[in-house]
């Protein structure tokens, strides 16, 4: 991995904020990536994750870096805000000149935006401020964090991009989504309209798992009602479920034979002593590094084909940087449509390349970052 242009780290003893902020490399003077709060998040995982996210940016021709922001805690403690408040604080010099963040695991963007708000960080001007556009009169002063792109935007549009990525690498495989069986790992936002979308188009869900276990049915999942009927944190509602659904540990995901999967929840999902049990050809992988480059080089062997994370998952922020930089109109049509798109896309490059030169879904998808990465500097 390479070294990236700046790392920080930052703690505060008072309210036991311990957080890192990594920028992978800025393009024109900024660079931009979401906020995570989890127990486990270390400073190698921050890196990691910028990485993916100067490659999303490119590959969707957004003209941003790659950053990261992690901090280490419990995103269900009493003492959350007291801790984003130390952290606005701390960080405010580098989140008001260079480096935008937005919500992720563990963070709301309403949370993100009380505690800006108070500490006077403005992530929308920041990046209109970039653009040159700060000021222009009837250019997206109404833009917030919270309601970027209107309501439902933020939960939907990266379900939307997996579900379009999948489609498009299942036909590209000869094959129909119409019938084709699914297994995903998550429920969030993510994991949620993923499953909404595929199962819009005639996909069958069969099982999805949450933190509390998997839910099972060969013949497809009634996924609306599950959304429909979904408990906070992203949790399943297991007294709504028919008696036809099986239940099982949170583990089972892998255990059916299913033609795709969707890892759509944690880092390094499909690992070392779970790789034996993949049995689908397609991998999506809706989550940020679910897998490790040696895991994937290992399925790539095996022959399946995976969607990379900065392809698959690219959805939101493709259309975060549509928005803002003036690229597209702000309706949810425009904007879906383009990001579909330019996912669709990206996912034909990679599975074309793959085959063609024998390298790994993940080497020739940074090949085509690469090379869009290429056209956004020659337009600067």
């Keep these: ?141 109404d833009v917030r964090i919270s309601n970027l792109g209107g309501e439902g935007f933020e939960e939907l549009i990266t379900g939307w991009g997996v579900a379009q990525a999948t489609e498009e690498a299942w036909n590209l495989m000869g094959n129909d989504i119409e019938g084709a069986t699914i297994s995903i790992q998550g429920f969030g936002a993510v994991g949620k309209s993923t499953a909404v979308f595929l199962d819009g188009i005639g996909a069958k869900v069969v099982c999805i798992s949450d933190a509390e276990g998997t839910v099972y049915k060969k013949g497809g999942l009634n996924v609306q009602s599950l959304a429909d009927n979904q408990r906070e944190g992203g949790l399943m509602n297991r007294k709504k479920l028919p008696k036809s659904v099986k239940q099982f540990d949170r583990d089972y995901w892998l255990a059916p034979k299913t033609d795709i999967l969707i890892p759509a929840a944690v880092t390094d999902a499909i690992n070392k002593s779970n790789i034996r049990r993949v049995k689908a050809s397609l991998i999506v992988e809706g989550a940020n590094i679910p897998a490790s480059h040696e895991i994937e080089e290992r399925l790539h062997k095996k022959d399946v084909f995976i969607v990379p994370d900065f392809i698959a998952n690219a959805g939101l922020s493709c259309g975060f940087g549509l928005i803002v930089t003036g690229e597209t109109g702000r309706s949810h049509k425009e904007v879906f449509k383009e990001t579909g798109g330019r996912i669709r896309k990206a996912v034909k490059s990679v599975y074309r390349a793959t085959r063609k030169k024998n390298i790994t879904p993940r080497q020739a998808a940074i090949e085509y970052s690469q090379r869009m990465k290429s056209k956004i500097h020659m337009a600067l």
């Design 1 to 141: 991995m390479k070294e990236p242009v700046l790392s920080l780290k930052l703690a505060d003893p008072e309210t036991g904020l311990l957080a890192f902020i990594v920028v992978d490399e800025f393009v024109d003077g900024i660079a931009g990536g979401g906020m995570r709060m989890t127990p486990s998040v270390t400073e190698e995982e921050v890196r990691r994750l910028a990485e993916v996210m100067t490659h999303k940016w490119a590959a969707m021709g957004i003209p941003f870096g790659g950053a990261k922001t992690g901090i280490v805690g419990d995103p269900n403690d009493p003492k959350k805000q007291d801790i984003l408040r130390a952290f606005g604080k701390l960080a405010r010099p580098i989140l008001s000149t260079s480096v935008f963040t937005g919500s992720d695991m563990g963070i709301s963007s309403d949370e993100l935006e009380v505690v800006f708000e108070e500490v006077g960080i403005d992530t929308i001007s920041l990046v209109l401020k970039h653009q040159g556009m700060e000021g222009i009169i009837g250019v997206r002063k």
